[in-house]
């Protein structure tokens, strides 16, 4: 209600107490002859579409209209109404008169109606004080510790302290700077925090529940490898023989083919759908073996998109050169990279991810989320801004994040070893990507690194040396994020021949940094069981 500031005499006014009415205008009367000066407030016209101590979100506000009663208000010429301080129009509309506000800008306002009642020596001031509020109300969720899988999981976090919330619906008590905690039954693999203002402007977070990514154990295989009966068989007797716990399986390669039949709209119109296997079935094969399924996702090396791309004329979806023809990326050939700035190019691999989450993938691991090889002054990336190629990475991985929330998948970002020193040499930042992504791969094979790196003459034939001392630097710059790193490990010879004596000290060196996780790498899927122990806890 508007605040309405009434006279004892103006309370005094009722129909059956005419007697006394009449003699408080006499005396009213009186005192005007006498040279007082003085004035009764009398109920005024009443303001219709507001009322005192509103709080208005922005669509309320933007779509506010006020009105006084004409009956009680006269004709506009009669009644004052200031905005701020600042005279307002009024106009005639049938039995209301209109209030013309101006835009309501967030913050305070105060609405001032006035003007001389039809009593005698009476006049009206009401004044409807209101706010509007159009930002939405602060929330931050720490990601919950999880250290029983099986186990509830707490969830806290902090929001505005003039907000209501909610945990999947339910009511949390929030202290008086803004401090809540809930504990969410185990098995919750992802909650849905919501505050809401006063306003009723709304913030809400997804908040994974699972915690950390368990220790994996896996071993990668191509789409057309799972089709071969000896590749696959061997895999899955790793697995059932308790050497690994994860089978990484491709979704799209590096030519840019999706390995099932993609229902992805692009997928199917570029011809990269190729249904070498069942995806559901190959997924439940591998669960039933006892092991999760690991989605490998190449995202911007794509031969395949960036074909079609350039024959449609679609150049802005490749990494050019500054003439404008496509970037080769020297080994991998023209028509190798498309743009990760470009937003099909990133909607594409974002509905490749959620697919495969849908079709029952445990994780998704992208691979090539980085610029191509090479002087970033000889390449182009159409669309990217003021962004460096960077940011535009580590958004596109967020990005990816939040599509995939509501399945409650993990997703895991493939890197290169040296991105944890030289991170725009492939526009790889670790300490960025470490916060929008669930665990980090470092590529850190032997065979890969120049002579001298980390102070080692020839990693190749180091391999204990050489992963324990790259790998020191993903452990620095993900120590205390929930992340984690599981480092890609060779499982093949180039140039040194590599043994089961090889691959396990591969393994011992990951292990000094509290790294248990791994993925092997072999091009062929073969792999040598002897250079892996039995995982203690299943």
Do not use: C
């Not at 001298?452 to 790259?470: C, F, H, K, L, M």
């Not at 710059?477 to 010879?493: A, H, Y």
């Not at 000094?512 to 091009?523: D, E, G, V, Y």
């Amino acid at each position: 209600m508007a605040t309405r500031h009434i006279s004892n005499y103006a309370s005094s006014y009722r129909p059956r107490r005419r007697s006394r009415q009449r003699a408080l205008i006499v005396t009213a009367g009186a005192l005007a002859l006498a040279g007082v000066g003085w004035t009764f407030l009398a109920p005024g016209p009443g303001v219709q579409g507001l009322t005192d101590g509103a709080v208005l979100d922005g669509r309320k506000a933007a779509q506010v209209s006020v009105y006084l009663n004409a009956k009680d208000a006269g004709s506009p010429d009669k009644v004052r109404v200031t905005f701020n301080g600042a005279r307002v129009p009024v106009t005639a509309e049938g039995a209301r008169l209109k209030v013309a506000l101006p835009r309501l800008a967030e913050g305070k306002h105060s609405l001032v109606v006035e003007g001389d009642s039809s009593l005698p020596f009476a006049s009206y001031r009401e004044v409807v004080d209101f706010t509007v509020d159009a930002t939405a109300p602060d929330l931050k969720v720490t990601d919950p510790e999880v250290k029983d899988a099986a186990g509830p999981v707490t969830i806290a976090g902090k929001a505005a302290t003039d907000a209501q919330v909610t945990v999947d619906g339910k009511k949390v008590s929030v202290d008086k700077a803004g401090a809540f905690k809930i504990t969410v039954p185990k098995g919750t693999p992802l909650v849905t925090v919501t505050a809401v203002d006063r306003a009723g402007n709304t913030t809400t977070k997804a908040v994974s529940a699972r915690g950390r990514r368990p220790m994996i154990r896996a071993a990668h295989i191509t789409a057309i490898g799972w089709g071969n009966d000896t590749l696959r068989g061997n895999i899955l007797a790793l697995v059932r023989s308790g050497k690994l716990n994860a089978v990484q399986l491709d979704v799209k390669d590096e030519d840019g083919e999706v390995g099932y039949a993609s229902q992805v709209p692009l997928a199917r119109q570029i011809g990269a759908a190729k249904g070498y296997y069942d995806a559901r079935k190959a997924i439940a094969e591998i669960h039933a073996a006892g092991a999760q399924v690991i989605g490998r996702i190449v995202a911007f090396r794509d031969h395949k998109l960036a074909a079609a791309a350039w024959k449609s004329g679609k150049r802005d979806q490749i990494v050019l050169t500054p003439a404008g023809e496509p970037y080769g990326g020297g080994q991998y050939g023209a028509l190798s990279f498309t743009n990760f700035a470009n937003p099909t190019v990133r909607k594409y691999n974002q509905d490749l991810a959620v697919e495969a989450s849908q079709l029952g993938f445990d994780d998704i691991l992208y691979d090539y989320v980085r610029r191509p090889d090479g002087p970033l002054a000889q390449m182009r990336f159409p669309g990217i801004g003021s962004a460096t190629p960077e940011q535009s990475i580590t958004s596109f991985v967020a990005d990816t994040r939040t599509a995939m929330r509501p399945h409650a998948k993990y997703l895991g970002v493939s890197v290169f070893g040296i991105a944890a020193t030289r991170p725009t040499e492939i526009a790889q930042d670790i300490a960025a990507l470490v916060k929008v992504s669930d665990y980090i791969a470092p590529m850190v094979y032997p065979s890969h690194w120049g002579p001298g790196e980390y102070g080692v003459a020839n990693p190749d034939t180091a391999p204990y040396a050489i992963v324990q001392r790259s790998l020191a630097d993903f452990a620095r710059q993900t120590k205390g994020t929930q992340t984690e790193v599981v480092p890609w490990l060779q499982d093949f010879s180039m140039g040194s021949t590599y043994g089961p004596a090889q691959v396990a000290d591969q393994i011992k060196g990951a292990a000094a940094n509290k790294m248990n996780s791994f993925i092997l790498w072999n091009a062929g899927a073969r792999y040598q069981g002897a250079a892996l122990q039995q995982i203690a806890a299943r």
